[in-house]
């Protein structure tokens, strides 16, 4: 048990040129247009597993609602979109980096 839990530890750490999740690129609908997440770009920057998970999101997409309002507040997407670590989620400048129509 112990084995088999430091193996997934150890995958999860040390696969940072897997899709994030691996494989996949995942999109929501929203009135503002499709909303693209790509998992490879950004295990490209380094980004590890555990940055984003669980803190920040769920390993289960599309159960949690999430609002533009939260993500301004620094919340989900917002934790690195705030014009600091990345583009920010209320400059009107990027909002079709994320909603690509
Ligand atoms: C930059 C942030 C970020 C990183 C880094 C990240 N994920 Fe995710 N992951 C997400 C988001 C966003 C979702 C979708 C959450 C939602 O829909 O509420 C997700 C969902 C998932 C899911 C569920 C997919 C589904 O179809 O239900 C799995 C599994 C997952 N991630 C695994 C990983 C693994 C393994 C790593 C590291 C290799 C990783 N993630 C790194 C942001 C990230
Ligand atoms: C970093 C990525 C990102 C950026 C940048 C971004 N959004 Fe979003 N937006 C999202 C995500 C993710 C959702 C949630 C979709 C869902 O859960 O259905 C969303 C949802 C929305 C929604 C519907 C929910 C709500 O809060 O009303 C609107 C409207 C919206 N965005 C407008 C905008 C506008 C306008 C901008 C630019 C000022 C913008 N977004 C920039 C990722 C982003
Ligand atoms: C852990 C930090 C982090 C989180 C959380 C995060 N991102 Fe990013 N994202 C980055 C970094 C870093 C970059 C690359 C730097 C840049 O292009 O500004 C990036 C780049 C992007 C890009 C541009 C990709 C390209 O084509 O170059 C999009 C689109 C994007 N993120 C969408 C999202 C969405 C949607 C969410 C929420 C579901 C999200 N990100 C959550 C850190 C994050």
Redesign the pocket.
């Known amino acids: 048990m112990i084995r088999a839990l430091t193996l997934l530890v150890f995958i999860l750490v040390s696969v940072p040129s897997f899709a994030v999740p691996p494989g996949k690129v995942l999109s929501w609908e929203s009135e503002e247009g499709r ?4 998992g490879t ?2 295990a490209g ?1 380094g ?1 590890k597993c555990t ?2 998970h669980l803190e ?1 999101f769920r390993m289960r997409h599309g159960v949690t609602k999430m609002t533009m309002k939260e993500m301004n507040e620094g919340a ?2 917002g ?3 705030d014009g600091k ?3 920010s989620t209320s400059d009107e400048r990027y909002c079709s ?2 909603h690509v129509k």
Do not use: D, L, R
């Open positions: 909303v693209v997440f790509n770009k950004h920057k980004i940055q984003c920040v989900y997407c934790a690195c979109h670590t990345s583009f980096k994320c």
